[in-house]
């Protein structure tokens, strides 16, 4: 389980972890699940695009990642995000079925794309991975103070004279390069889970910021692994198992603070 | 070219005489008129997202069906309607309450989906089931679909026609409403209930991109067009029955296009033709807009819909 090209799951695995642990974070405070499970869906129709004129995957990904992730942007400018969203998420859906019924040599590799193939993931994925991994924490260090304020109060951000319309694009386009590295390795459908499950679940534990960060990364990074071993043993699906842990992360989080808050009125009474 | 030329060109040989063109026009049809009415609601509330995840929480428990054995329109209806009971119930009221309730129900849901396309796939070697599941086809639906999605699509109907004005009412302000004595979580359940039935049913008819995308694009550019909610839903009905029968006349007529001629998929074509002319009418209705901005003054009324005033007519 730990040895040879195993290694290189594990470490693949975990970069992805942190970073859906830290952009699911902003997700779950923005509201924006939708746009989070848009983009990855998006960028699928970039790989089969890719396939299709026989170029590196990575670049069809990044392209329509990015390309959705601007295209929201500009169209949301007058509110009703969530139809915008819907409407680019189905377009680039349609696009991606034009280019698999062009592909006469569909194969199960954009499949793989949907649902993901974190046990082959392979050496030279690696370092792409931990480079788009860096430049997406160093964007969201770098909009940190300014993204918090313009995600939990817009108003206040607004007044401050914050350019809350372009911090909601910089937001976009960070998931958009989030997802460009982790699609190869937890799949399109599977990323939105773990960017939402382990952030909420943090998020229902403890209110600050920071630490709710440290908490959504940690129970990401435990979510996967535990994934990874349960699917290396019973070979199960990861994307299944992914889906219902980080469902299970939130339910817990959700029983915690309940638990909690019972205690703390129990504890008052008494 | 003579007219007569000309028509055979647009409608080619055997379009009418098909089984497959008629029962996909049948069966589109009646899915755009019934997405169209219920999607003006969706897109009032902010539902898109919901009613999207509903579309796929259903290809879950289509492919639930495959591998048990039973019939995948079970699959689709228990899948939607358990998915929209638990976004309900673990939803709190504010809108990014919504969001995350239906984050978290739709990432379980692609989590089983995973399971199931991976036991279809090892016990039976049906990958391509598993891409009809996400893709659909419209030339391959059976014409026995016709019914139960007739049916079941007025039941939607029926539903959203009951709920309508403490709809309208609780759209306008879940707190008015509220205290007004109107039951808003049963109004909101209700309509979850209306939207998973419809969407259950044209996910399995028509795939879940045709599915969400005959659900939102009529509504959006509706409602862009019209401030009445009731005019709204004839209007996206009739767009969606249009667009619909465009794409699959297109797609029939594609299969001498290039590149690869055996035809464009008609979730592309009938996608496409939304969202330009969704984009046409944001920007003609932005123009529109900072037009009677400046006539406002002069007394010209924006557009957009209002339901408060709505509600009165």
Redesign the interface.
Request: charged share 10%; no cysteine.
């Given at each position: 389980m730990f040895s040879g090209f195993m290694i290189d799951t594990w470490l693949a695995a975990s970069i992805v972890a942190v970073i859906a642990g830290v952009i699911g974070f902003f997700v779950?405070l923005?509201?924006?699940?939708?746009a989070?499970?848009a983009i990855p869906q998006g960028a699928f129709a970039g790989a089969a695009a890719a396939d299709l004129i026989g170029v590196n995957p990575l670049l069809g990904l990044g392209v329509f990642a990015a390309a959705s992730a601007l295209g929201i942007g500009w169209?949301s400018?007058?509110g009703?995000h969530?139809?915008v969203?819907?409407?680019m998420?189905?377009?680039l859906?349609?696009?991606g079925?034009?280019f698999?019924?062009?592909?006469?040599q569909y194969g199960?590799e954009l499949?793989a794309l949907?649902?993901g193939e974190v046990l082959g993931v392979n050496n030279s994925q690696l370092a792409p991975t931990l480079l788009l991994a860096v430049a997406s924490l160093l964007a969201v260090g770098a909009l940190f103070r300014p993204l918090l304020l313009a995600s939990a109060v817009p108003e206040v951000a607004a007044a401050r004279g914050l350019p809350v319309r372009g911090l909601e694009i910089g937001f976009l386009v960070v998931v958009a390069l989030a997802t460009t590295l982790t699609l190869p390795v937890v799949g399109a459908?599977?990323i939105?889970?773990l960017m939402?499950?382990p952030p909420?679940a943090a998020r229902s534990i403890t209110a600050r910021p920071v630490v709710a960060i440290a908490v959504s990364v940690a129970i990401s990074l435990l979510t996967l692994w535990i994934s990874i071993a349960v699917a290396y043993l019973w070979n199960?699906?990861?994307?299944?198992?992914?889906?219902?842990l980080?469902?299970l992360a939130?339910v817990t989080g959700?029983g915690v603070t309940w638990a909690r808050r019972r205690s703390v009125s129990g504890g008052a009474t008494s | 070219m003579n007219p007569t030329t000309m028509l055979d060109h647009i409608f080619q040989p055997g379009f009418f005489t098909s089984e497959e063109v008629r029962t996909a026009l049948l069966v589109g049809g009646v899915v755009a008129i019934i997405s169209g009415i219920v999607g003006v609601f969706t897109v009032l509330r902010g539902q898109s997202f919901a009613g999207h995840s509903l579309a796929d929480i259903g290809t879950t428990g289509g492919s639930g069906a495959f591998l048990v054995n039973v019939s995948p329109l079970f699959g689709f209806l228990v899948f939607t309607l358990a998915g929209a009971g638990v976004m309900e119930l673990i939803g709190i009221r504010r809108a990014r309450g919504r969001d995350l309730a239906t984050g978290i129900v739709l990432g379980v849901s692609l989590g089983v989906s995973a399971l199931f396309l991976y036991l279809d796939t090892t016990f039976d070697n049906t990958s391509g089931a598993a891409m009809t599941v996400l893709f659909g086809s419209i030339f391959t639906i059976s014409p026995s679909t016709l019914w139960p999605v007739a049916i079941f699509g007025a039941v939607s109907l029926v539903l959203t026609a009951l709920l309508y004005r403490p709809l309208l009412l609780t759209g306008v302000s879940a707190d008015i409403a509220a205290s007004r004595g109107a039951p808003v979580r049963l109004v909101g359940l209700g309509f979850l209930a209306a939207l998973a039935i419809a969407v259950g049913l044209s996910a399995i008819a028509i795939g879940s991109i045709l599915s969400t995308a005959l659900l939102i694009g009529p509504a959006a550019t509706a409602v862009r067009l019209t401030r009445r909610p009731g005019v709204a839903m004839l209007l996206a009905g009739a767009l969606g029955l249009v667009f619909v029968w465009l794409g699959v006349l297109l797609s029939y007529d594609s299969y001498d296009w290039p590149p690869a001629h055996h035809g464009w998929p008609v979730s592309f074509l009938v996608v496409g033709l939304f969202f330009v002319t969704f984009v046409v009418v944001e920007i003609g209705s932005a123009s529109g807009r900072s037009r009677s901005r400046r006539g406002a003054r002069a007394g010209v009324r924006p557009v957009g819909v209002d339901p408060v005033e709505a509600m009165g007519n």
């Amino acid at each position: 389980m730990f040895s040879g090209f195993m290694i290189d799951t594990w470490l693949a695995a975990s970069i992805v972890a942190v970073i859906a642990g830290v952009i699911g974070f902003f997700v779950v405070l923005r509201g924006s699940a939708f746009a989070a499970h848009a983009i990855p869906q998006g960028a699928f129709a970039g790989a089969a695009a890719a396939d299709l004129i026989g170029v590196n995957p990575l670049l069809g990904l990044g392209v329509f990642a990015a390309a959705s992730a601007l295209g929201i942007g500009w169209l949301s400018r007058r509110g009703r995000h969530d139809v915008v969203v819907a409407l680019m998420l189905v377009l680039l859906l349609g696009l991606g079925s034009l280019f698999v019924s062009w592909n006469t040599q569909y194969g199960p590799e954009l499949f793989a794309l949907l649902f993901g193939e974190v046990l082959g993931v392979n050496n030279s994925q690696l370092a792409p991975t931990l480079l788009l991994a860096v430049a997406s924490l160093l964007a969201v260090g770098a909009l940190f103070r300014p993204l918090l304020l313009a995600s939990a109060v817009p108003e206040v951000a607004a007044a401050r004279g914050l350019p809350v319309r372009g911090l909601e694009i910089g937001f976009l386009v960070v998931v958009a390069l989030a997802t460009t590295l982790t699609l190869p390795v937890v799949g399109a459908l599977l990323i939105f889970s773990l960017m939402i499950g382990p952030p909420a679940a943090a998020r229902s534990i403890t209110a600050r910021p920071v630490v709710a960060i440290a908490v959504s990364v940690a129970i990401s990074l435990l979510t996967l692994w535990i994934s990874i071993a349960v699917a290396y043993l019973w070979n199960l699906p990861v994307g299944f198992l992914v889906g219902t842990l980080s469902g299970l992360a939130y339910v817990t989080g959700r029983g915690v603070t309940w638990a909690r808050r019972r205690s703390v009125s129990g504890g008052a009474t008494s | 070219m003579n007219p007569t030329t000309m028509l055979d060109h647009i409608f080619q040989p055997g379009f009418f005489t098909s089984e497959e063109v008629r029962t996909a026009l049948l069966v589109g049809g009646v899915v755009a008129i019934i997405s169209g009415i219920v999607g003006v609601f969706t897109v009032l509330r902010g539902q898109s997202f919901a009613g999207h995840s509903l579309a796929d929480i259903g290809t879950t428990g289509g492919s639930g069906a495959f591998l048990v054995n039973v019939s995948p329109l079970f699959g689709f209806l228990v899948f939607t309607l358990a998915g929209a009971g638990v976004m309900e119930l673990i939803g709190i009221r504010r809108a990014r309450g919504r969001d995350l309730a239906t984050g978290i129900v739709l990432g379980v849901s692609l989590g089983v989906s995973a399971l199931f396309l991976y036991l279809d796939t090892t016990f039976d070697n049906t990958s391509g089931a598993a891409m009809t599941v996400l893709f659909g086809s419209i030339f391959t639906i059976s014409p026995s679909t016709l019914w139960p999605v007739a049916i079941f699509g007025a039941v939607s109907l029926v539903l959203t026609a009951l709920l309508y004005r403490p709809l309208l009412l609780t759209g306008v302000s879940a707190d008015i409403a509220a205290s007004r004595g109107a039951p808003v979580r049963l109004v909101g359940l209700g309509f979850l209930a209306a939207l998973a039935i419809a969407v259950g049913l044209s996910a399995i008819a028509i795939g879940s991109i045709l599915s969400t995308a005959l659900l939102i694009g009529p509504a959006a550019t509706a409602v862009r067009l019209t401030r009445r909610p009731g005019v709204a839903m004839l209007l996206a009905g009739a767009l969606g029955l249009v667009f619909v029968w465009l794409g699959v006349l297109l797609s029939y007529d594609s299969y001498d296009w290039p590149p690869a001629h055996h035809g464009w998929p008609v979730s592309f074509l009938v996608v496409g033709l939304f969202f330009v002319t969704f984009v046409v009418v944001e920007i003609g209705s932005a123009s529109g807009r900072s037009r009677s901005r400046r006539g406002a003054r002069a007394g010209v009324r924006p557009v957009g819909v209002d339901p408060v005033e709505a509600m009165g007519n």
